[in-house]
Antibody
Framework: QVQLQESGPGLVKPSQTLSLTCTVS??????????WSWIRQSPGRGLEWIGY???????YHNPSLKSRVTMSPDTSQNQFSLKLTSVTAADTAVYFC???????????WGQGTLVTVSS | DIVLTQSPDSLAVSLGERATISCKSG????????????LAWYQQKPGQPPKLLIY???SRESGVPDRFSGSGSGTDFSLTIRSLQAEDVAVYYC?????????FGGGTKVEIK
């Protein structure tokens, strides 16, 4: 059974960078045709897909986030990370990491972590 | 981006009765080359992540009770809970994966009447 767990600061100041890590157990991020994704949820924006990283190293992010998103793998730790730059209050949300099947439905999710952007 | 519109926003159903949720897509999510509808349904309980219930519009995820069923094609889809149980109280979301970025509906809250 694949399990995912998000970690990172729960409070980020405006204009700074949000950094989160997702630790995966029960499966390797280096194998299989899966898209390791970040999704966020807020009352105002609902569920919003942020982006993915694939075991081939390819990444893709939601164009709505412009160029603020960076995702990278750490295969030695079986983790992948998210960095979101220049955050504002609109980036306040619960952030989930999730595994997507090749066809992009999400079959395993982390519990989520609340990130608040505030000074 | 493909917009998914769910209705109703909330639904109160008696225990043992049927609950039906609608999800309408702004464009077809049916791939004519394989005849598959790229639509999934999730259940989210308070304080928990969404849980995959249905994919390919009507395929039930392993372990999901058979009282949950999905139907529809093209732009109009439904999730039906055949006989509502107390543990089914949750918010339900549809999601399309026909095109990138994948997008979600706004959710339907199901409660007990």
């Amino acid at each position: 059974q694949v399990q995912l767990q998000e970690s990172g600061p729960g409070l980020v100041k405006p204009s700074q960078t949000l950094s989160l890590t997702c630790t995966v157990s029960g499966g390797s991020i280096s194998s299989g045709d899966y898209y390791w994704s970040w999704i966020r949820q807020s009352p105002g924006r609902g569920l919003e897909w942020i982006g993915y990283i694939h075991n081939t190293g390819s990444t893709y992010h939601n164009p709505s986030l412009k160029s603020r998103v960076t995702m990278s793998p750490d295969t030695s730790q079986n983790q992948f990370s998210l960095k979101l730059t220049s955050v504002t209050a609109a980036d306040t949300a619960v952030y989930f990491c999730a595994r997507a099947q090749h066809d992009f439905y999400f079959d395993f999710w982390g519990q989520g972590t609340l990130v608040t952007v505030s000074s | 981006d493909i917009v998914l519109t769910q209705s109703p926003d909330s639904l109160a159903v008696s225990l043992g009765e049927r609950a039906t949720i609608s999800c309408k897509s702004g464009q077809s999510v049916l791939d004519g080359s394989n005849n598959k509808n790229y639509l999934a349904w999730y259940q989210q309980k308070p304080g928990q992540p969404p849980k995959l219930l249905i994919y390919w519009a009507s395929s039930r995820e392993s372990g999901v009770p058979d009282r949950f069923s999905g139907s529809g094609s093209g732009t109009d889809f439904s999730l039906t809970i055949r006989s509502l149980q107390a543990e089914d109280v949750a918010v339900y979301y549809c999601q399309q994966y026909y095109s990138t970025p994948p997008t979600f509906g706004g959710g339907t809250k199901v409660e007990i009447k």
